[in-house]
């Protein structure tokens, strides 16, 4: 059982930056690949990062491309979201996810999921 939270959400300006943190619980951290999904208001969940747990292999999708960045510490049992030049479509609660097995990009891939944090970009 791996239990997240993600923190470090909050109100930025367009232009400006925020970076995301989940805190995983568990002694086998390092075994789960890790992701981030958003969800913006009467919209689906849809993938942004992940990274893989084998060989910290990243994937991002398209928008995230060049702007944002996942990465994890192993020894503190956490994965960060950098987002850089924030755009006001980048709004959406913004949710950290576990799998132990090779990442991917769809939400039924992973078994576990935080409570979300809320992300908003104001133009």
């Known amino acids: 059982q791996v239990r997240l939270v993600e923190s470090g959400g909050g109100l930025v300006q367009a232009g400006g930056s925020l970076r995301l943190s989940c805190a995983a619980s568990?002694?086998?951290?390092?075994?789960?690949?890790m992701a981030w999904f958003r969800q913006a208001p009467g919209k689906e969940r849809r993938f942004v990062a992940a990274?893989?747990?084998?060989?910290?292999?990243?994937y991002y999708a398209d928008f995230a491309k060049g702007r944002f960045t996942i990465s994890r510490d192993n020894a503190k049992n956490t994965v960060s979201l950098q987002m850089n030049s924030l755009k006001p479509e980048d709004t959406a609660v913004y949710y950290c996810a576990a799998v132990r097995d090779p990442y991917g990009v769809r939400i039924d891939r992973y078994d576990y999921w935080g409570q979300g944090t809320q992300v908003t970009v104001s133009s």
């Open positions: 568990g002694r086998t951290f390092s075994t789960y690949s």
């Open positions: 990274l893989n747990w084998s060989d910290d292999s990243t």
